[in-house]
């Protein structure tokens, strides 16, 4: 049991000051991000937070921690077949 918890059995939660310090745990990967958008892989589902020149401060992937810094405009979670979508979509963005 001990180990499976230290494989990465995280807890997910949300920590937002003033719209623009923004702490989230329970991060499993960082799926994308740039300074509009990131597209987090939580323990509880995929997640995608958009705002404004927002930056990645701190990634602790041992704890499953990331601390974004920027204006947070919103934080949505999106369904399996959002992903996808939404990942074409950064795709096709990204080669345009």
Same mark, same amino acid.
């Given at each position: 049991m001990e180990k499976q918890e230290a494989m990465?059995?995280? %807890?997910?939660?949300?920590?937002? =000051?003033?719209?623009?310090?923004? /702490?989230? =745990? $329970?991060?499993?990967k960082i799926e994308n991000f740039d300074t509009e958008q990131f597209l987090l892989e939580t323990s509880m589902g995929f997640m995608l937070v958009k705002g404004e020149e927002l930056e990645l401060i701190k990634l602790d992937t041992i704890q499953g921690n990331v601390s974004?810094?920027?204006?947070?405009?919103? /934080? %949505?979670?999106?369904?399996?077949?959002?992903?996808?979508?939404?990942?074409? $979509?950064?795709?096709?963005?990204?080669?345009?």
């Open positions: 990465g059995s995280y %807890t997910h939660g949300l920590s937002l =000051t003033e719209r623009k310090n923004l /702490i989230v =745990t $329970g991060v499993k974004i810094r920027g204006l947070v405009n919103s /934080i %949505t979670y999106l369904e399996d077949g959002a992903k996808k979508t939404k990942e074409n $979509g950064i795709f096709n963005r990204l080669f345009k």
